[in-house]
């Protein structure tokens, strides 16, 4: 199932706060830089059109949200909606999240990790592409903080099953835990506007959540 076309960006808009690249980031990492508060951060890979982000960074005023998306044109119009509702806690950096992970973000600095419908890369030759790989999941880890979470979500049952082996091989870390589907209050009260999609359709999501010791 493809992506949507997106409205347009207001070109005007300003996003500063809201929008990032890699060479924007701070060195050595300090995210209150970032937010311009301290407080615990989570991280989401593949932030999309960013209703994850937004919902999140609403509901929690008191947590900073980085949302990492290297399709420039959906980090900008992530970046765009957060700006619009003015959330200072959360923005989004254009960026290869995997190498963020490898060379940036320091051990037991993140309180979660949200890894919602990655791109599966259905051919054989292309699976190595994936997202959800050793060397990122092990990065996973080693930036958790104890007691942080990792939420993986997928459409696709054989990267599901694939990724929760590779968790299991290669990390210490605890589940996969039980992930209820809840009910939707609203028409946009969905963790991404893919799972809205998979839902109303009535298509199965396979999710799970980890824990860090």
Not at 85 to 109: C, G, H, K, Y
């Given at each position: 199932m493809g992506r949507r076309a997106l409205r347009k960006v207001d070109s005007s808009q300003d996003l500063t706060h809201h929008l990032k690249t890699f060479d924007q980031l701070p060195r050595p990492w300090d995210a209150s830089l970032l937010f311009g508060q301290p407080a615990q951060l989570e991280v989401e890979v593949g932030s999309g059109k960013g209703l994850f982000l937004r919902n999140a960074a609403d509901t929690m005023l008191d947590v900073n949200f980085l949302g990492i998306e290297i399709a420039a044109k959906y980090a900008r119009f992530?970046?765009?909606?957060?700006?619009?509702?003015?959330?200072?806690?959360?923005?989004?950096?254009?960026?290869?999240?995997?190498?963020?992970?490898?060379?940036?973000?320091?051990?037991?600095?993140?309180?979660?990790?949200?890894?919602?419908?990655?791109?599966?890369?259905?051919?054989?030759?292309?699976?190595?592409r994936r997202v959800m790989r050793e060397t990122f999941i092990r990065d996973v880890e080693r930036t958790l903080s104890s007691g942080g979470a990792l939420h993986f979500w997928t459409d696709v049952e054989e990267y599901f099953h694939t990724t929760l082996d590779l968790i299991a091989a290669c990390t210490a870390l605890q589940g996969p835990l039980h992930s209820p589907e809840t009910p939707a209050g609203h028409d946009m009260d969905y963790r991404t506007h893919f799972e809205r999609r998979m839902r109303q359709t009535n298509e199965p999501v396979y999710r799970a959540e980890y824990l860090k010791q």
């Open positions: 992530a970046a765009a909606m957060l700006a619009k509702q003015s959330l200072l806690n959360a923005l989004v950096v254009q960026a290869d999240a995997l190498r963020i992970f490898r060379e940036l973000l320091p051990d037991a600095s993140i309180q979660a990790v949200h890894v919602y419908f990655p791109d599966p890369w259905w051919k054989k030759r292309h699976k190595k």
